[in-house]
């Protein structure tokens, strides 16, 4: 099998798991101090991807949740599907996913060798998480206007930003360790893209 061959099914396998594990955080639900809106595990997997597959195959991840999401599949929070999902209210922070996941991988590829500190980490993850939360409340804003938009689509998520952001760095940054300490890139498209990325 050819090189190129073998990158392309590399990319392609991380994609299609990027995709089913982001499926899977948005059915993972669980409180967070401070709130009593419930926070998903999806954010997490969302910034997962862009970290651990680079900037490229981290976004094509989200646009293949959210297209499965939308031709039906009930993987969008609360077992939802369909375009009528995806074009609402949450359209905003559906965009903010594909948006963040690739701003975080473009971010961190930079990092020579995977050896980021785990601060920095978290303050990127942190500026993703907030993407996702600005975007998404900037369209809640067109129906709800600002104040309401902000009182009830971004104000309550803050805690829980930080809260994932340093979830998501203790789960990526021991795999960049791990990879380091094999000569590999930190990230899956470091290697299939040349670099690229």
């Known amino acids: 099998m050819s090189v190129i061959n073998s990158g392309w099914i590399r990319a392609a396998l991380g994609a299609l798991t990027g995709a089913a594990v982001i499926a899977l955080g948005a059915w993972l639900q669980f409180p967070i101090p401070g709130t009593t809106i419930p926070q998903t595990g999806q954010t997490i997997a969302v910034l997962g991807c862009g970290a651990l597959l680079g900037s490229r195959l981290g976004g094509l991840a989200v646009l293949l949740y959210l297209l499965t999401g939308a031709l039906g599949l009930p993987i969008f929070s609360d077992g939802a599907s369909g375009w009528q999902v995806l074009t609402g209210p949450n359209a905003g922070y559906f965009a903010g996913f594909a948006v963040s996941a690739m701003m975080t991988g473009r971010l961190l590829r ?24 600005l975007l998404g409340g900037a369209w809640l804003a067109r129906s709800l206007g600002m104040a309401e938009a902000y009182q009830n689509g971004i104000a309550p998520f803050y805690y829980g930003a930080l809260v994932k952001s340093v979830l998501t760095a203790m789960a990526v940054v021991p795999v960049w360790r791990f990879r380091r300490a094999r000569g590999l890139p930190h990230q899956v498209a470091g290697r299939a893209s040349q670099n690229r990325d």
Do not use: D
């Not at 930079?110 to 993407?131: C, D, E, Q, W």
């Open 110 to 133: 930079t990092v020579p060798g995977g050896s980021i500190a785990f601060g920095k980490a978290v303050l990127i993850l942190l500026a993703g998480h907030g993407l996702i939360l």
